[in-house]
């Protein structure tokens, strides 16, 4: 590629007497949006079957199922679609603002795979500040979702947009204050490095490190649902209040992009509280090959990605939304004060145990266990106990 | 900054094309942010003059009108005008025809409050609930459309009876689908009713006391769900509902404020309980005979007029009607509980949010074709 762009040079492709090193970078920032692009927009297609699927199954539906194997296709016909379709603008709309809009979207949600740590070696860019650029790239959302808001020159938008940029700047305090408490076990703001600092074992899971990361872990999903509109805090889009909040006015591939970014920002979401508090990819040393223990550890990051992808899908689908004011109060009133009280817990913690505790950690996975099994026992207590199909119709 | 920052109220314009408004209905909101100040309803929409229609197609003819008055439940607007003919014309109904009106009804009762529930869920955002309420609702279809042929508007009742009998099995179908529905209520209740968000949505919101349903003319499940013990079936007994046994629930404020959204939403759930075993006895008690009395088929009522009132799934619905002595009606008029419910929202819409406004028109249960006929 440094031949082809030194011969490109030689021929004057990029004028005169360009800077060599400039090109380069260009050169660089195109091919890696590319990659990050072909990277990003699959998982938040894909995302998009598996949760049409999993909420038909929940719905006592049968989903998509036309379009390839189990309708696994049908994001590409989607899209497809969408790409076709009148790309309407209103005619009262800022049309700069409108139009610009949801690439800022797509923008917040594509940048952050950057840093996503897939496995020990596949990762695009190890930032030394890896995690607050993973929180802080997706708060461009907002920028977004409020500009298309306002440039629909829709009141319902108005409303969405106002009510995203409410929801998405109080939940990033709640976020924010809960990954400090594992910045301050490592001591590192790097992706890999918080999860070297990890074992492959649940009990070396920052998760069950002490009490406080466990409460942090459950604050940073539920704010992360918020974050990305999702069930049961997708005011900003309700639809039975604000037809399609502030997405009402766009179609075409600019809506579609809104609501890729939505699926995406669920992935990425999931992939900060798996790095954070779930090992990410760490995986027992069993291979000697490169190759085949990075393959492990994908498929590991993947399986812990893509079950708290599942969980979110199904609060989707159980789940009535909050009303507005009760959502802040969650924030304010409940999420803040307890993040602080994690940070300076945790605090404590280091200072007490600074290598960590394993009584507690083998305490905290008990109860962690206890818990899951409560759930399930309950689950199971409160789900379909009618058992019994009935089909009446008389032609049937 | 007091006098340089300029506020004004926002006048947003809800419907007649928004999803959540229950038909084509119109609200204009005049808002302070996520605050109303009030919320006006414009209705009209639906208009399409039926009780004119009646006055020229004929006592006969007019049946299949009224399945389009209430399309959610049907089977009360059929029994509604068959009821106010009979009276008008002093025809005898034969005591199974009685009955096939009962369970026709009773059946329609729970398919609309199924809808209704689903929809309050659909309405604060959880699609599962009314997905699976519809998927039960779809099995009431179902063996009402082996009943009559329909679905949706049934045209079953007949001037002096049913125009069919029951098939044959369909009682057994109808046991087993009773059978089948009071788990799944329950399941409904612990997947939906009692969610914490969903009570938290519901409960202390729209607060309607007794005083003031009484005096907005509310009716039927909105009325009981303020405590007030009014039930046509049980109260101005009609058909056979003096010999099934059956409570009235009346509203407790069991989650928050008697009167609640949330006491008229669960209202429709201890309604389905009761429509459950008022047709479990009147499937088990039917009496053998014919279902349809015998009335002339150029049907002239003596002149004069009459009322009557049927307890529907949306309440208390009156059929007034004055005949005089020809084979048309002189005036029909139907009363139903959708129109005074729409009367109340604008009182109670002040100081709610636009959420809550929702969860009003949907807990007030009001069907666009009813309030405008």
Same mark, same amino acid.
């Given at each position: 590629?440094?031949?082809?762009?030194?011969?490109?040079?030689?021929?004057?492709?990029?004028?005169?007497?360009?800077?060599?090193?400039?090109?380069?970078?260009?050169?660089?920032?195109?091919?890696?949006?590319?990659?990050?692009?072909?990277?990003?927009?699959?998982?938040?297609?894909?995302?998009?079957?598996?949760?049409?699927?999993?909420?038909?199954?929940?719905?006592?539906?049968?989903?998509?199922?036309?379009?390839?194997?189990?309708?696994?296709?049908?994001?590409?016909?989607?899209?497809?679609?969408?790409?076709?379709?009148?790309?309407?603008?209103?005619?009262?709309?800022?049309?700069?603002?409108?139009?610009?809009?949801?690439?800022?979207?797509?923008?917040?949600?594509?940048?952050?795979?950057?840093?996503?740590?897939?496995?020990?070696?596949?990762?695009?860019?190890?930032?030394?500040?890896?995690?607050?650029?993973?929180?802080?790239?997706?708060?461009?959302?907002?920028?977004?979702?409020?500009?298309?808001?306002?440039?629909?020159?829709?009141?319902?938008?108005?409303?969405?947009?106002?009510?995203?940029?409410?929801?998405?700047?109080?939940?990033?305090?709640?976020?924010?204050?809960?990954?400090?408490?594992?910045?301050?076990?490592?001591?590192?703001?790097?992706?890999?490095?918080?999860?070297?600092?990890?074992?492959?074992?649940?009990?070396?899971?920052?998760?069950?490190?002490?009490?406080?990361?466990?409460?942090?872990?459950?604050?940073?999903?539920?704010?992360?649902?918020?974050?990305?509109?999702?069930?049961?805090?997708?005011?900003?889009?309700?639809?039975?209040?604000?037809?399609?909040?502030?997405?009402?006015?766009?179609?075409?591939?600019?809506?579609?992009?809104?609501?890729?970014?939505?699926?995406?920002?669920?992935?990425?979401?999931?992939?900060?509280?798996?790095?954070?508090?779930?090992?990410?990819?760490?995986?027992?040393?069993?291979?000697?090959?490169?190759?085949?223990?990075?393959?492990?550890?994908?498929?590991?990051?993947?399986?812990?990605?893509?079950?708290?992808?599942?969980?979110?899908?199904?609060?989707?689908?159980?789940?009535?939304?909050?009303?507005?004011?009760?959502?802040?109060?969650?924030?304010?009133?409940?999420?803040?004060?307890?993040?602080?009280?994690?940070?300076?817990?945790?605090?404590?913690?280091?200072?007490?145990?600074?290598?960590?505790?394993?009584?507690?950690?083998?305490?905290?996975?008990?109860?962690?266990?206890?818990?899951?099994?409560?759930?399930?026992?309950?689950?199971?207590?409160?789900?379909?106990?009618?058992?019994?199909?009935?089909?009446?119709?008389?032609?049937? | 900054?007091?006098?340089?920052?300029?506020?004004?109220?926002?006048?947003?314009?809800?419907?007649?094309?928004?999803?959540?408004?229950?038909?084509?209905?119109?609200?204009?909101?005049?808002?302070?942010?996520?605050?109303?100040?009030?919320?006006?309803?414009?209705?009209?929409?639906?208009?399409?003059?039926?009780?004119?229609?009646?006055?020229?197609?004929?006592?006969?003819?007019?049946?299949?009108?009224?399945?389009?008055?209430?399309?959610?439940?049907?089977?009360?607007?059929?029994?509604?005008?068959?009821?106010?003919?009979?009276?008008?014309?002093?025809?005898?109904?034969?005591?199974?025809?009685?009955?096939?009106?009962?369970?026709?009804?009773?059946?329609?009762?729970?398919?609309?409050?199924?809808?209704?529930?689903?929809?309050?869920? *659909?309405? +604060? =955002?959880?699609?599962?609930?009314? %997905?699976?309420?519809?998927?039960?609702?779809?099995? &009431?279809?179902? $063996?009402?459309?082996?009943?009559?042929?329909?679905?949706?508007?049934?045209?079953? *009742?007949? +001037? =002096?009876?049913?125009?069919?009998? %029951?098939?044959?099995?369909?009682?057994?179908?109808? &046991?087993?689908? $009773?059978?089948?529905?009071?788990?799944?209520?329950?399941?409904?209740?612990?997947?939906?009713?009692?969610?914490?968000?969903?009570?938290?949505?519901?409960?202390?919101?729209?607060?309607?006391?007794?005083?003031?349903?009484?005096?907005?003319?509310?009716?039927?499940?909105?009325?009981?769900?303020?405590?007030?013990?009014?039930?046509?079936?049980?109260?101005?007994?009609?058909?056979?509902?003096?010999?099934?046994?059956?409570?009235?629930?009346?509203?407790?404020?069991?989650?928050?404020?008697?009167?609640?959204?949330?006491?008229?939403?669960?209202?429709?759930?201890?309604?389905?309980?009761?429509?459950?075993?008022?047709?479990?006895?009147?499937?088990?008690?039917?009496?053998?005979?014919?279902?349809?009395?015998?009335?002339?088929?150029?049907?002239?009522?003596?002149?004069?007029?009459?009322?009557?009132?049927?307890?529907?799934?949306?309440?208390?619905?009156?059929?007034?009607?004055?005949?005089?002595?020809?084979?048309?009606?002189?005036?029909?008029?139907?009363?139903?509980?959708?129109?005074?419910?729409?009367?109340?929202?604008?009182?109670?819409?002040?100081?709610?949010?636009?959420?809550?406004?929702?969860?009003?028109?949907?807990?007030?249960?009001?069907?666009?074709?009813?309030?405008?006929?």
């Amino acid at each position: 590629m440094q031949r082809w762009l030194d011969s490109l040079i030689a021929q004057g492709a990029f004028g005169a007497n360009p800077s060599r090193n400039l090109v380069y970078t260009i050169a660089i920032a195109i091919a890696c949006a590319i990659v990050l692009f072909l990277i990003a927009v699959p998982f938040a297609s894909v995302v998009t079957w598996v949760e049409r699927r999993v909420w038909a199954r929940i719905q006592s539906r049968i989903g998509p199922n036309r379009v390839g194997p189990n309708g696994f296709l049908q994001w590409l016909a989607d899209g497809i679609k969408h790409v076709c379709k009148e790309d309407v603008i209103p005619s009262e709309a800022d049309a700069r603002l409108f139009k610009l809009a949801p690439y800022l979207v797509v923008l917040a949600f594509i940048l952050p795979w950057a840093v996503m740590p897939f496995s020990s070696s596949l990762i695009l860019a190890d930032l030394n500040i890896g995690i607050l650029y993973i929180t802080a790239v997706p708060a461009l959302t907002v920028v977004g979702v409020l500009m298309a808001g306002w440039a629909s020159n829709n009141k319902w938008s108005l409303i969405g947009g106002i009510r995203s940029a409410a929801q998405i700047i109080s939940y990033e305090i709640p976020a924010g204050l809960s990954i400090f408490p594992i910045v301050l076990m490592t001591g590192t703001l790097s992706m890999q490095g918080i999860i070297r600092a990890q074992g492959w074992s649940p009990e070396r899971w920052f998760l069950f490190a002490n009490p406080f990361c466990f409460v942090a872990a459950i604050i940073l999903f539920i704010s992360s649902l918020a974050e990305n509109n999702r069930t049961p805090f997708d005011l900003p889009e309700a639809e039975s209040e604000l037809v399609a909040g502030f997405a009402t006015e766009y179609s075409s591939m600019r809506y579609l992009f809104f609501f890729m970014a939505e699926w995406g920002n669920m992935f990425i979401a999931a992939a900060i509280v798996t790095t954070l508090f779930l090992g990410g990819w760490r995986f027992p040393a069993v291979s000697g090959s490169a190759v085949v223990m990075n393959a492990l550890q994908f498929a590991t990051f993947m399986i812990k990605c893509l079950f708290l992808v599942f969980v979110s899908m199904w609060i989707r689908g159980t789940l009535p939304r909050v009303r507005i004011d009760q959502m802040m109060s969650l924030c304010w009133k409940y999420f803040v004060p307890i993040s602080f009280i994690d940070l300076i817990g945790t605090a404590g913690w280091v200072a007490i145990f600074p290598e960590g505790n394993v009584i507690a950690q083998w305490t905290m996975l008990a109860i962690g266990m206890a818990l899951l099994v409560l759930f399930v026992a309950r689950v199971v207590t409160f789900t379909r106990r009618a058992g019994m199909e009935l089909y009446l119709h008389p032609t049937i | 900054m007091s006098e340089a920052f300029h506020t004004e109220e926002m006048t947003l314009n809800m419907g007649p094309q928004h999803p959540s408004t229950h038909g084509v209905l119109r609200f204009v909101i005049k808002a302070d942010g996520e605050v109303m100040r009030e919320a006006i309803p414009d209705v009209g929409y639906l208009h399409r003059s039926i009780e004119k229609i009646a006055e020229k197609v004929g006592y006969h003819g007019f049946m299949p009108y009224t399945d389009r008055v209430d399309y959610v439940c049907a089977m009360f607007t059929n029994q509604g005008w068959a009821m106010a003919c009979e009276k008008l014309g002093n025809v005898e109904v034969p005591r199974r025809g009685e009955y096939c009106r009962v369970i026709a009804t009773e059946f329609n009762r729970l398919a609309s409050h199924l809808l209704t529930v689903g929809l309050m869920g *659909m309405d +604060i =955002g959880a699609m599962t609930p009314f %997905l699976h309420a519809l998927r039960e609702r779809e099995m &009431i279809n179902d $063996l009402i459309e082996e009943l009559c042929g329909a679905r949706l508007t049934f045209n079953y *009742m007949r +001037i =002096g009876g049913v125009a069919w009998d %029951l098939p044959p099995g369909w009682r057994e179908k109808a &046991i087993a689908y $009773l059978d089948h529905l009071a788990p799944i209520l329950d399941e409904f209740n612990s997947l939906f009713s009692y969610n914490k968000i969903c009570i938290e949505r519901l409960a202390n919101v729209a607060v309607i006391d007794a005083a003031d349903a009484i005096n907005y003319n509310l009716v039927g499940p909105n009325l009981r769900a303020s405590g007030v013990n009014w039930d046509v079936r049980k109260d101005m007994p009609y058909s056979v509902y003096p010999e099934l046994e059956f409570d009235v629930p009346l509203g407790s404020g069991e989650w928050g404020t008697t009167g609640d959204a949330m006491d008229r939403y669960m209202m429709r759930i201890r309604e389905m309980v009761q429509s459950s075993r008022i047709l479990r006895q009147a499937l088990k008690q039917m009496p053998e005979g014919a279902v349809l009395g015998k009335v002339v088929r150029n049907f002239k009522p003596p002149a004069g007029e009459c009322q009557i009132r049927v307890e529907s799934a949306r309440g208390d619905q009156g059929w007034y009607v004055v005949s005089d002595g020809t084979g048309f009606p002189w005036r029909v008029h139907v009363r139903t509980g959708s129109f005074a419910a729409m009367g109340m929202i604008q009182k109670l819409s002040r100081g709610l949010m636009i959420a809550d406004l929702v969860v009003l028109i949907a807990s007030l249960d009001v069907i666009a074709p009813e309030i405008d006929r």
